[in-house]
């Protein structure tokens, strides 16, 4: 059996390793059209920060080890150009020799990831405007900062990236602002609407979040970035640009190989990450998955995700077809966590907004309490909101913004959000750990949900 | 309605303050026989350790704000020396004056609490042995440390409570050891079977913990504390003894009424917290309780059961026939957290020994792994331990020691332990949040999960 894995930054690598666990007698073939695979992107900012030990590389694999470990063929800089599934084909370019050549597989997983969003503005290709995607992205955002007079970055987008990438910044002792049309950090993604503690933690850091959108960005006479004009008319003078207004799923090759796609442009799959063609399974940022606690398939473009979806996709690719039905992929709870700027963000399941856009009759309770008794003198403000369903009082989803102790609770949440347990069960049944230097008395998720079992009721 | 509640150190005025809230027409008098109500005894190690604000007190409410605020009637130094729930009477006598007298009630909540177990051993009355219980005890501790020449101090007894002795005693300057017969700390209550982060931090703190039982304590011809004999012959010389050898539920007055007692010798409650008698409810550490796997009923003194046992206990005491049974105690997962020496243990449900002990074909799953990814000089490592039940799979506790991250990471155990979620659940099918300063890329829970699904499959 030879199955072709294409896409090899996150899920395509953890699906090839996958699947010669399952069928080791399976020729896997991995085709990446960078020069990297299995990349840590999660941790870029801080390596552009500064945080991490001297020699990281963030790649968890190189070519060489992936093939003599996990015993897959790996072509990197072979781009895949074609795949015809009717004839068990797909066409592949090898870039560093511009030669194009055809090959025959049984089967095939999609791994083609998603990539980052371009502002769409005149002067986005000048020299200094980056997006922070991988580790081509970053060996340039390095150079850069290593030989150009930076002093002042422009950040395009307050997603979590976004402000990930202004902490590395100011690490590195550089200014930062932040552009993002609603004045705040964390809009969408990590959902942290009922708190301003993050907010005030990046302002206090000296990093000003303009509510303004880049409408051009202008460059000097050698074609090295000078200036970011907003949609007010504002002038802001920089040295770099980072563009991080999200991602979107790479599917040119899914589409051309006439591949169902969803309703949010990704690639459709079914619970066994089984796609429309027969012998084409998907995995990681570019296919749409069910989420808790509705169903609704939707992008998600997380690491943890990738893995997921890649080893379901990778035991159902490489199983028999007896063995398949028994890997699923069950409902994720959306589990999300930031932490910047001493202030940490945990949020599992739906927003308020998203839960309405749901149509759930939805109802956020905000509480505001602390991280450890006040008799404490590191005790700090939590800000729980918690997102029920009235009446019945299901938990849809919730969020902690902290400084300490916040992120981490939000995990409790997982298992309730998947498993449709209620405020009650939270405030009533569960006992969470109590102990003077961990929390407070009554945890602040029991708290939260206390009041929800009044405001849902 | 007359509701007598008996003892207030924690449970009881919880009680109290809930059973007003469900019945504000009902008359609720708290009997307490020491000084205080409504102390955060979890607390007094860090009072005493130097660790809060200057002027915490620990008395959540004082009899008056309990009165003014709640509208309980409150009568400190007031001992309940009988109790005759066939007559509906109690007998209290008025420490204060000597007298003693007979009241009528409708309906009577025990929340008489438990004591510190005594070692038993010749000396153990010498003036500067304490046990470390109510404020009565912290302020006797505080006098003596303040006025004696103390530079060395035995813990007897290396449970949580001596643990945090510990490092109070450390954190005011002062030698201290600790004798357990196991010669390592938390061996019961807080399982850490699986981890020796706890045992280096205590012993690079300064701390040697003997594997010894005090078996004499010896004074001087003035009456204070000298030294303590152990088991070994050795003779150790100290200015002052803690001895915290765990507590025992008070159930003097309950045996004398005529309750029924359970096979630990708590008193034994249906899941109302109803004792044997028409009238009585109880609730605190004096009642055996359910525990989440095996609804086996057991002692749990802990702070957060004390105030879910009063809440259920108050609001069948203070309810209608007809409204009672709405509120009913569910078992509960056993939730423990302790942090000291920069080290932090959170333990959930069974532990390896407990869960054989109560019959399960248990398997232990012992992992390794790191706070965050290795690339971060703050990576420390995290030992998990998940015990699970062979075959289904299901899962019985866990446990989680490290430097950061550790302990709140086990409260995510707790829904699995109620609900009777699997590994396969918690490896398979859970996103735990992942961002690279909050853990790494695979949770240390999800990592220990797949393991276990080897172990346990």
Redesign the interface.
């Known amino acids: 059996m030879r199955l072709a894995i294409i896409g090899g930054l996150a899920a395509g690598p953890a699906a090839a390793a996958e699947a010669k666990r399952r069928a080791p007698d399976a020729e896997v073939v991995l085709f990446e059209q960078g020069p990297h695979i299995s990349v840590?992107t999660?941790?870029i900012p801080?390596?552009l920060g500064g945080?991490?030990?001297p020699e990281?590389t963030?790649q968890v694999l190189t070519p060489e080890a992936m093939e003599r470990t996990r015993g897959v063929t790996v072509h990197v800089r072979h781009r895949v150009t074609a795949l015809d599934p009717r004839r068990s084909r797909l066409t592949v370019e090898a870039l560093d020799y511009g030669s194009t050549r055809e090959e025959a597989f049984d089967r095939f997983i999609l791994a083609t990831g998603a990539r980052a969003r371009r502002l769409g503005v005149e002067g986005e290709d000048a020299a200094g405007v980056f997006t922070v995607r991988d580790l081509v992205d970053t060996h340039a955002i390095q150079r850069w900062l290593d030989t150009q007079p930076v002093r002042h970055v422009v950040i395009v987008g307050g997603g979590?990236i976004g402000l990930e990438m202004a902490e590395a910044m100011r690490s590195r002792g550089l200014r930062a602002s932040i552009l993002d049309p609603n004045g705040r950090v964390l809009g969408s993604t990590v959902a942290c609407e009922a708190s301003d503690l993050m907010d005030r933690a990046v302002a206090e850091a000296g990093v000003p979040v303009r509510a303004e959108r880049a409408t051009e960005i202008l460059a000097e006479d050698d074609g090295r970035v000078r200036a970011v004009r907003t949609d007010r008319g504002e002038l802001i003078g920089c040295q770099m640009v980072i563009v991080s207004v999200g991602v979107e799923p790479r599917t040119e090759l899914a589409a051309a190989a006439g591949l169902r796609l969803g309703d949010m442009g990704g690639v459709a799959v079914d619970d066994q990450m089984h796609t429309s063609a027969r012998s084409v399974w998907a995995c990681g940022d570019v296919v749409q998955i069910p989420r808790a606690p509705d169903g609704r398939r939707v992008l998600w473009p997380?690491?943890?995700?990738a893995?997921?979806t890649a080893?379901v996709a990778a035991r159902n690719a490489a199983g028999s077809a007896s063995t398949r039905s028994a890997d699923r992929f069950?409902p994720?709870?959306?589990?999300?966590?930031?932490?910047a700027f001493g202030v940490?963000v945990?949020s599992?399941g739906l927003s308020l907004s998203r839960a309405l856009d749901a149509g759930f009759d939805a109802v956020a309770t905000d509480v505001r309490h602390v991280s450890r008794?006040?008799?404490?003198?590191e005790a700090a403000p939590i800000d729980v909101r918690l997102v029920s369903e009235r009446g019945s009082g299901r938990i849809l989803g919730g969020q902690l913004v902290g400084r300490e102790?916040a992120?981490?609770?939000?995990?409790?949440l997982?298992?309730?959000v998947?498993?449709g347990?209620t405020v009650r069960?939270l405030a009533?049944?569960?006992?969470?750990?109590?102990?003077?230097?961990?929390?407070p008395?009554?945890d602040p998720l029991k708290v939260a949900a206390s009041q929800a079992m009044r405001d849902a009721g």
């Not at 997380?302 to 995700?305: D, E, G, K, V």
């Not at 008794?373 to 003198?377: D, E, K, L, Q, V």
């Open positions: 840590g999660c941790e801080y390596l945080h991490l030990e990281t963030l979590y997380l690491a943890t995700m893995r997921r080893r069950r994720f709870a959306g589990a999300v966590g930031v932490r940490e945990g599992v008794t006040r008799a404490f003198p102790g992120a981490l609770r939000a995990n409790v997982v298992p309730l998947i498993g347990g069960d009533e049944d569960f006992d969470l750990i109590y102990n003077p230097p961990l929390g008395a009554v």
